[in-house]
T-cell receptor
């Protein structure tokens, strides 16, 4: 069965550079969530999209932006990277917004050096 | 502090034993979910229990929910070495614009020794 695909799996960037993370949800899933998980931390909600519109926003820095495209894939753009941005970034998808467990991708491990 | 707080933070048991993890939360929820995460990997959805349910089973997993105490427990019976992972509870809020958003607890690291 198709899963949530995230790319790249690993990314190394220098401080002040930009990074773009991509997420391809399960077919027919119209909701995408982005989470950030620091080392030894629980996942923290960043932002979500439903039917290509931003549906909720969490603790996402102003340096980050995201969007969902017409094919429902989503991209998280991160600028002026800081060392503290090093984390696992997970995307999850869901059909609708209600009452079901998410399906998470395997994540993108971002390391800022 | 975190919406979902779990205890214990770490649990070490022998194969065949049962493992119980607890989760507490603060606000009204629509449902509570448990996820498993192997080291540095993605989160795998295990089970979802709705706010009007008290207990749910899935294979060797048993989840309870006490909304009056705002707490949940995850029981893994007859544990196996392959169950070694971090386990997170996550709550979905009751209504509002954040309907689908999950708030995760800090997780319990379970180690099952062969």
């Amino acid at each position: 069965a198709a899963g949530v695909i995230q790319s790249p799996r690993h990314l190394i960037k220098e401080k002040r550079e930009t990074a773009t993370l991509k997420c391809y949800p399960i077919p027919r899933h119209d909701t995408v969530y982005w989470y950030q998980q620091g080392p030894g931390q629980d996942p923290q909600f960043l932002i979500s999209f439903y039917e290509k519109m931003q549906s909720d926003k969490g603790s996402i820095p102003d340096r980050f932006s995201a969007q969902q495209f017409s094919d429902y894939h989503s991209e998280l753009n991160m600028s002026s990277l800081e060392l503290g941005d090093s984390a696992l970034y997970f995307c999850a998808s869901q059909r609708g917004q209600f009452l079901y467990g998410y399906t998470f991708g395997s994540g993108t491990r971002l390391t800022v050096v | 502090s975190q919406q979902g707080e779990e205890d214990p933070q770490a649990l070490s048991i022998q194969e065949g034993e049962n493992a119980t993890m607890n989760c507490s939360y603060k606000t009204s929820i629509n449902n509570l979910q448990w996820y498993r995460q192997n080291s540095g990997r993605g989160l795998v959805h295990l089970i979802l229990i709705r706010s009007n349910e008290r207990e749910k089973h899935s294979g060797r997993l048993r989840v309870t929910l006490d909304t009056s105490k705002k707490s949940s427990s995850l029981l893994i019976t007859a544990s196996r070495a392959a169950d070694t992972a971090s386990y997170f509870c996550a709550t979905a809020p009751a209504g509002g614009t954040s309907y689908g958003k999950l708030t995760f607890g800090q997780g319990t690291i379970l180690t099952v020794h062969p």
